[in-house]
């Protein structure tokens, strides 16, 4: 009797267990990361928000065809070189518009509009600008004052600059504010154009 075919069974190899992401871990390095993330998105908001103050100086000043009409109007050209200094490592300045006027006893009497331009970190920029006063009236006051001065040979000038900045870090932009420097007193010398002996001015600043 032929013997009976016997059914083998074929047993597939069972795979090795492996090993599993460990939850902990996973959530250590989670919040390490958000943690990072957290810090420096507070250190941008800090830089862009809370920036070190703009230094600002009148580094020379002098003025062209000064004259006093009788019936008290200014007519001049005011001649004047600023430096701007932005002390920031990281952080830029975008200036959106600038302003600058000047003024004798708080009297504006010529002001210029100054196209927009963006400072690096750790820049200076030099602005050199000329403003001019076409028979501006003045008041009693300053009329009689600025004759006085004139006969000295010395005229006593304030610089106001107004400007809409922003300030970028990385990626960041704040919001655009108003940046105001007073620059006084600015010591110009109206019997002559040389800068010889004009002492450079410290604008105070307020953003």
């Known amino acids: ?113 100054i196209p927009a331009f963006k400072q690096h970190p750790k820049n200076d920029t030099r602005i050199e600008t000329q403003l001019v006063s076409h028979n501006v009236a003045l008041s009693k006051f300053n009329a009689k004052d600025l004759r006085a001065e004139t006969t000295k040979g010395v005229v006593e000038m304030e610089v106001y600059i107004t400007a809409r900045v922003s300030y970028k870090t990385w990626i960041f932009r704040s919001r655009r504010r108003t940046l105001k420097a007073v620059c006084t007193p600015v010591m110009i010398n109206v019997t002559s154009n040389s800068l010889n002996g004009f002492q450079r001015v410290l604008c105070r600043t307020r953003l």
């Open 1 to 113: 009797m032929a013997p009976q075919n016997q059914q083998t069974r074929l047993t597939q190899p069972q795979p090795l267990p492996g090993r599993g992401l460990n939850p902990v871990l996973c959530i250590i390095v989670a919040l390490v990361l958000l943690g990072l993330l957290v810090g420096l998105a507070i250190l941008i908001t800090y830089l862009t928000l809370r920036p070190k103050r703009l230094v600002y100086t009148v580094e020379a000043a002098s003025v062209q065809d000064f004259a006093i009409a009788k019936d008290d109007h200014i007519s001049a050209k005011f001649d004047y070189v600023i430096k701007s200094y932005n002390p920031e490592k990281h952080v830029s300045v975008r200036y959106h518009s600038m302003r600058i006027s000047t003024a004798h006893h708080n009297q504006s009497v010529a002001h210029k509009e």
